[in-house]
């Protein structure tokens, strides 16, 4: 059984920096996709950035120039720097594990992040 657990987010000012942090337990780390997601009220989960088992990277308008995803398989973790936050970044972020590439994926609780002044 995968165990997704997320961490690190929290209220942060604008303009300010957070790091989630990803572990999984109980899967393949190596071989899965890593994917962050983001979730606010009432709407769905929506990409924020993935890294594939060999380190190609896709960011989507969310992540894109000021989040940095990136992955340590010696630990099972993947992390989201976030910088230069937005209000608008506002919303519960949530990991996903992927493997193989053809299943619905494991996901954990997530992490709230909220940004504000």
């Known amino acids: 059984q995968v165990q997704v657990v997320e961490s690190g987010g929290g209220l942060v000012q604008p303009g300010g920096s957070l790091r989630l942090t990803c572990v999984v337990s109980g899967g393949r780390f190596g071989h899965a996709a890593m994917g962050w997601f983001r979730q606010t009220p009432g709407n769905e989960r929506e990409l924020v950035a993935r890294i594939t088992s060999g380190g190609n990277i896709v960011y989507t308008d969310y992540g894109n120039g000021r989040f940095t995803i990136s992955r340590d398989n010696s630990k099972n973790t993947v992390y989201l720097q976030m910088d230069n936050l937005k209000p608008e970044d506002t919303a519960l972020y949530l990991c996903?594990?992927?493997?193989?590439?053809?299943?619905?994926?494991?996901w954990g609780q997530g992490t709230q992040v909220t940004v504000s002044s």
């Open positions: 996903q594990y992927r493997f193989p590439w053809n299943t619905p994926g494991d």
